[in-house]
């Protein structure tokens, strides 16, 4: 199986800050790289695909990079609304996997 | 865009088979080539892929589940069903069913169910 590892597992930030979060596969999984936004209760919501597709409806300060093994998601200018935890996942290989989350709190 | 919604018991005795459907509305659960996906998260922890089946009928299961998952079709009603047998506590979870979409190359998971919680106790 792939191993997604994210970091930090979680960081605090104030409204306005840029926020970055990393996600490492263990193996090379060139773009299958999406990544997700959820809040408490809710289903995951699609952010980014394939390593820095913006999906459509999602604000453009959203923004992801990276392929091989290394991935990052940058939210420029961070808003009340983006306090959630997020998700990196791979769809390479099955078992598509996730990383275990980094949850961005409010300062 | 397709919308998914999951139903099934909320509670499931130890030992037994846990089986939720997946209501598929906005399209046809047989057009198309798409995968229609099972994925869970206990509560306070991460997401886990748990498997899926293809529009042709092959499936795909994630190894930690064993022989314990089937994920199956039914077009007659546009749905999609889990059945995860021999349950444990540690199967007490939020189930999320998604039908993942294809662009740019790779799949992703654009459409999700709202979740349904299954909690595994006698």
């Known amino acids: 199986d792939i191993q997604m590892t994210q970091s930090p597992s979680s960081l605090s930030a104030s409204v306005g800050d840029r926020v970055t979060v990393t996600c490492r596969a263990s193996q090379i999984i060139s773009n299958f790289l999406s990544w997700y936004q959820q809040k408490p209760g809710k289903a995951p919501k699609l952010l980014i695909y394939?390593?820095?597709s913006l999906q459509s409806g999602v604000p453009s300060r959203f923004s992801g990079s990276g392929s091989g093994t290394d991935f990052t998601l940058t939210i420029g200018n961070l808003q009340p609304e983006d306090f959630a935890t997020y998700y990196c996942?791979?769809?390479?290989?099955?078992?598509?996997?996730f990383g275990q989350g980094t949850k961005v709190e409010i300062k | 865009q397709v919308q998914l919604q999951e139903s099934g018991p909320g509670l499931v005795k130890p030992s037994q088979t846990l089986s939720l459907t997946c209501t598929v509305s906005g399209g046809s659960i047989s057009s198309g080539s798409y995968y229609w996906s099972w994925t869970r998260q206990p509560a306070g922890k991460g997401l886990e892929w748990i498997g899926h089946?293809?529009?042709?009928?092959?499936?795909n299961y994630n190894p930690s589940f064993k022989s314990r998952v089937t994920i199956s079709v039914d077009t007659s009603k546009n749905q999609f069903s889990l059945r995860l047998s021999s349950v444990t506590a540690a199967d007490t979870a939020v189930y999320y069913c998604?039908?993942?979409?294809?662009?740019?190359?790779?799949?992703?998971?654009?459409?999700w169910g709202q979740g349904t919680l299954v909690t595994v106790s006698s």
């Open positions: 996942q791979q769809t390479y290989s099955v078992p598509w996997t």
């Open positions: 089946i293809h529009t042709s009928g092959s499936t």
């Open positions: 998604a039908r993942p979409n294809y662009g740019s190359g790779t799949y992703y998971f654009d459409s």
């Open positions: 394939a390593a820095s």
